[in-house]
């Protein structure tokens, strides 16, 4: 049993009917109670989709439990046949009905329909949505595809024998998009039109998009991209084993990876790998390169981020913010733990810790600790780095209303660089401003504790805290950005070497945690006291960097036995960290 | 406990003709005696859990700990459209499957739980554990587990339990369920007998009211100062803003009820020796003067000072309402079955605004409670087809809707975009439960909010018709490029 206030991922029927809604002509039948329908409103409010994802709910009630609830599926399943006719029908239980054993998909292949119907058995106390999305994908295309396999043995001709025998370009199937998807909708148009600049055709994009027979064709391309792992890897493991066709892994979610994923591409299809990458270098140029080498992204150096999300887009999220903006990856995490492994790698590389959890106090907490400059998460980290008083940008599911932009915003390719350009760096402090913050933190109007003064309407209001479980007299915002400069030095030049985090910040963070009630103050009842002067001093810091050098100077004096903060303790510390 | 639940026939549409009420008041012909449609099929309602996303606000100082799925969880941060960004004051205790296999005792997992979530909250003075659809199908007895945790953390927190499962509850019933487990933890009325029983026959006389169900803050406020204008009094309100300061009941306690949702929480009260006072729900100018009138009458205020205590009120909720019926008289609506509030709403919409009902669907129809309603909602329109329908097919429904193509269809979040896009106008239904909607001076914001939709699609009819969104937009036009030389070797 665990204590949820948030979830990362919904239950695993919620993964499939993301699958079925963004299909064509499939229809599922799930046998749940009253009151499982809220999971319609996630694809018609979140997402405005304008019809009604295509599911039909047995709705069972108390009264009918001593009843017939077979008799229900049976029925629920014949309607839906009788009134939306799909191509294959899914049947499965939620959460509920799983318990009372009903055996929804072995009643409904009883009925004898004239199309297929795929059981899905998705264990919904052991498994989430993202499995049950991958899973359903799986089983359906099985289902579609496997009657069209070679028998096994069969040599598929090589690729590029395939395509220049056929006279034609080239082809691939885009796999993993789902209804409900962070950008799925943008990532499969830009990645398209990006592959057709390289003489790529891409034949099915599945399961959004597709239809049951386009899913019994899927074997026909000569290659399949796995566009999100977390829902199209199964699939193409085993197209690649049923059908032999070669799989193209690379994420395209940055300028490296996009490059990456071209010369993948164009060596598994056997085409000229530079002419590729000159093509999309001269014809689909992304601004990100220039836009960050430009003097004024300067500021920009060593921006502390913490990163959250599904794997797939956390580790691609990493690789952006070190590489493409030399931001400095302070936390690295993901809440499916089906893909920890891929994120444990990237946080070594960076020599971070990884955060595996699916536990977002964990995460708030964890966050907390990093006191980060800019949060990249889901929809959960948006409220955590709303509460801290942090800014975020949404890079991953589970996202809101407002992801679903109504421009073309994709993340991957030469124009979802761009977006991430823009949208990771609009919420940071500009450069001078900065700098003109840190000198004249005085000035009346240019007030210091007020966000980025291009952002009047998104800075992050004054930090609030809804448990009384801050240490004393700790602001909020405070104690969450331990970040690493004293005024005139902030934003200037190289910044330092980095260390690890020393235990007294450690301590520090833990008194502040919010899984320690009461303990906060106790604790810093221990911590080294200000001085009146010295707290002074503090105020004239921008309160973006205020946090770190309260953290780091207490953190001094402790090591020390300093019991008593004073103005020279500050300098002394700001001495000993430097820019850190 | 769902009246519904009562009539467990075949799951096809079926009309049943009405029972004839055993008291006809007045002369006017009201929508009583229609046949109801039953129907039996795919529900699209919530199920009692929503109701935490009110009470959690309501009761300040109370915890909602759902013993559930994830899918409880994923509904809670779901339905209400949006997450609140401080920490709510709900959460979940999810099942899993080691709890299932009895590889652990989920008794002493659920003490862990909330051991730490008492220690994260100490503020917390009642906990609510709620079941759910998984907690009732395991026969998890939250009521034990209540009592015991009780022993170990009251007086400073309070354990109760109650149900908010789908399979028992619709949507709003959620706050019948949560207030029907308050009830024996009210204090008695003081003035009251010592004794709880309640002698029938001998009539006791009105001691306090107690209006039952939540209402804004701002709302209670409002018809506080109305009472005591009539010399109403002692007025308490059910649930309290503080969950640990329950008000008294007992025999000299009147109930008015604020919502039609509270059914069960009337019947534990009437065992206490409360008395329900009939009146209509207070939407509306002649709602809430209908509803206030109930308690002059049981207090033997003379109507001439009812009148006078609610003139200013009456006239500004007259008032404001003159604007709205521009836009929304001769409109045809249509419900979908969502919180119980059809009925009123209904009647208010067409006896205040001139709005024609062409379907009102109800989760389920109390008679006894809505019998006022049902008087009010008279029978001019009968011919145009009128339905009343009970319980739901929404595929069945749906049909009905797009058949009669109404000006405007009140429904629930997962139909309002497809609805939309067929061009119909909808009104979320939700709204109506998380708006203050009650009493004199809501009148105007309630017909407000089924005015905007009509407003918004009139201002909007220059632009296209919204496409229907493809399943995916077309790809850039890109010129075709021809095929690269394979690569050498």
Redesign the interface.
Known sequence: ???????Y???P??GAMRVAT?M?DVHYVLHA??????????F???E?????PPV??????????G?DTAG?VK??VR?AYE?FRPQALLVGA???AE??QDDPGGLAETLNLPVPVVPLEL????R?ENWGASETFYQLLRAMALPHAPPPGTERLPV?ER??TEG???SCNLLGPTALGFRH?DD??EV??LL????VDVSV?AP??SSPADLARLGDADVNVVLYPEVGGQAATWLERTFRQPVVRTVPIGVGATRDFVREM??VT????D??LR?VETRLPSRMPWWSRSVDSTYLTDKRVFIFGDATHAVAAARVASEELGFQVVGLGCYNREFAREVRTAAKALGIEPLITDDYLEVEDAIREAAPELVLGT?MER?IA??LGLFCTVISAPV?VQDFPARYSPQMGPEGANVIFDSWVHPLMMGLEEHLLGMFQDDFEFANDRGPSHLHAEAPAAP?L????EPEGANAGEGALRAAAVPAAAGAGPHASNQAPDPAGAQAAAASS??A??VGTAASAGAPSWTADAEQELKKIPFFVRGKVRRNTESFAAERGIPTITVDTMYDAKAHFGNR | ??PS?LD?GD?RAETVPAPTPSVSTGESRGCRDLPVLKER??????????GIIWLHRKMQDAFFLIVG???C???M???A???I????R????????R??AGM?D?HQ??D??VT??L?????IRTLFLVGS??S???KLDLSRAAERLNGIHAPDCRVLAYSG????T?FTQGEDTCLQALVPKMPEAPDSPGTAVATPGAPVAPASLLVVGTMADVVEDQMRRIFDALGIGPVHFFPPRRSAELPPVGPGTRLLLAQPWINETIHALEKRGAERLHAPFPLGVEGTLAWFRAAAEAWGVDEARLMEATASGRERGARSLERHREVLAGKRIFFFPDSQLELPLARFLHRELGMVPVEVGMPYLHRAHMEQEMELLDGDFLDEGFVLSEGQDV?LQLDRCRAVRPDLTVC???????L??MGLTTKWAIELVFTPIQGFDQAGDLAELFARPLRRHAALRSMPA?P??P???A??A?P????????EG
Request: proline share 7%; charged share 25%.
């Open positions: 049993m665990q204590l949820t206030i948030w979830t991922e919904g239950p029927h919620v963004g064509k109670p009253q009151g499982d329908t809220y999971a319609d409103l996630l018609t409010m979140i405005r989709r304008d019809h009604r039909t709910y047995t709705t069972f009630q108390a009264q009918d439990l009843g229900m029925q629920s309607d009134r939620s959460c509920t318990l009372i264990p919904s106390y052991q989430k590029v395509w220049q034609r370009r080239p909708r499969v148009i398209t039109r057709d600049a390289i003489g994009v959004m998009t164009a060596e056997g085409l000229d790998v002419e590729a093509i929809q409220h709303k509460r809101h609030v809804s448990m009384a479980t919010a899984e009630p009461g | 406990m769902n639940t467990a799951r099929g795919q529900r699209e309602v919530f199920c009692g859990l929503t799925s994830r899918t969880a994923h509904l941060q779901s339905a459209g949006v997450m960004f401080a920490e709510p709900f959460g979940t205790a999810i099942i899993d499957e709890d299932l652990a989920v997992e659920l862990k739980v730490r979530l220690d994260r909250r100490p503020d659809c998984p009732e199908v395991i499962s789908g399979i028992e619709t595929d629930g979040l997962g139909l309002a975009n497809p939309e896009a919204m229907v969104m399943a995916m937009p790809v850039p890109m075709a490029v021809p095929a690269m030389p394979p690569k």
